[in-house]
């Protein structure tokens, strides 16, 4: 972690505008369902209170698609954070508007406020320089604690930092910290748990993860298309006919790197994707007319626990099938007990991944639960994150 975080500058009595991942699901009355996001945010909220900073929060929720949608306001986001806080969290009407700027304006040592959805403006996924110059002008400082969102360059996430001294908040270094020991000197055997629908938004990271893996269990549709690229039939499942050459190519690879890809060898499958449909364990090879895979079956689970267990350090990113469907959720579930009772080091990314954990009661076993997904598996391929590239450096 070669960036500067928030406790290498004085933020006493000054405005600091703290990106934050407050994209949460809310329901149809507008309340907020998981507040795991908010709470992740809470040591770098009360750290700024403790410091008599003047604390002004960003966040996007939801794809408003650069328009005013009051079903996606953030305000029962800071009703939430208020009670956390036990402080009121003074709730703007805009962005960058009056409402804005006079609440700013008016902001005492310890207050925190809060900004409406940021993406009610087109200008941010465009990263404007205009926009960012005028959000910026809210505040002295900016601290980037919203890890999930480090990946787009955005005019919240990267084009603030060009207006601002622009650090870490304590979040993102940790989730930088907690992967960097991870994927720079991993102890062995370091068995990597890849899930979830497409091999084309895994490709980066089984790439950059066959230099250092010792197995690969992968999961969900996207181990269809690894069958099928090996020959197999999955019948109605869900796989990529346009990547099962990357599938080959990924497979020969790890052969040559000796490095072990262990495919699903039985599935649980179903008569139609429905969480109410009628259900059959199948080999995986040979997946019966009318039924899809929407799980991996007993045999596998077996298999890859027998992995799981031998591990020293483990990634996870992504479920074994489809886990919003209860009926197809016990894979996902039994490798989240089997990754927390093992004695490995861990990391869970993905959302899925992440409510599994949670579910399963064993969230305080693992060492660090992401709460990036996208920006998570672009972390573990190497790319570069405009969210993180945009802070001072510590020699700065």
Not at 336 to 354: C, F, L, P, R
Request: charged fraction near 25%; include cysteine; glycine fraction near 8%.
């Amino acid at each position: 972690m070669n960036k500067k975080t928030f406790k290498d500058i004085d933020v006493s009595g000054k405005k600091v505008l703290v990106r934050v991942d407050f994209n949460v699901p809310l329901d149809e009355g507008g309340n907020v369902l998981d507040d795991t996001r908010i709470k992740a945010a809470l040591p770098t909220i009360n750290y700024l209170i403790s410091k008599n900073a003047r604390v002004i929060l960003c966040s996007h929720l939801g794809r408003p698609e650069g328009m005013v949608n009051p079903r996606l306001s953030l305000a029962p986001v800071a009703k939430r954070l208020s009670q956390y806080l036990n402080k009121n969290v003074l709730m703007a009407e805009d962005v960058i508007g009056e409402s804005a700027k006079e609440l700013a304006s008016s902001l005492k040592d310890g207050d925190v406020m809060m900004l409406e959805n940021v993406r009610f403006h087109k200008e941010e996924e465009a990263n404007d320089p205009r926009f960012a110059a005028d959000l910026a002008s809210l505040a002295d400082i900016y601290v980037n604690d919203a890890f999930g969102t480090a990946h787009r360059a955005h005019a919240s996430t990267a084009g603030v930092a060009c207006n601002l001294p622009a650090v870490a908040g304590f979040l993102m270094s940790s989730e930088i910290v907690a992967m960097s020991k991870v994927i720079e000197n991993p102890k062995v055997p370091f068995v990597v748990i890849l899930g979830g629908a497409k091999v084309s938004d895994k490709i980066g990271v089984i790439t950059k993860l066959l230099t250092k893996a010792s197995t690969i269990l992968i999961g969900g549709a996207m181990a269809n298309t690894f069958i099928v690229c090996k020959g197999g039939d999955v019948g109605l499942s869900r796989y990529e006919k346009d990547k099962l050459d990357v599938a080959r190519k990924i497979l020969e690879e790890a052969e040559k790197k000796n490095v072990k890809i262990l495919l699903p060898v039985d599935s649980v499958a179903a008569s139609e994707f429905a969480p109410d449909a009628s259900k059959k364990v199948c080999d995986s090879y040979k997946i019966d007319a009318g039924f899809q895979s929407l799980d991996i079956g007993p045999k596998t689970i077996k298999l890859y626990k027998k992995e799981i267990m031998k591990a020293q350090t483990i990634v996870w990113n992504g479920p074994m099938g489809v886990y919003e469907f209860p009926r197809f959720k016990k894979g996902t579930m039994k490798i989240a007990k089997y990754v927390a009772k093992s004695k490995a080091v861990s990391i869970v990314g993905g959302g899925d991944s992440v409510s599994a954990i949670n579910e399963s009661g064993y969230a305080d076993k693992i060492n660090h639960i992401s709460t990036g997904g996208g920006a998570t598996l672009k972390f573990l391929e190497g790319a570069v994150l405009p969210g993180v590239e945009m802070l001072l450096d510590k020699e700065d």
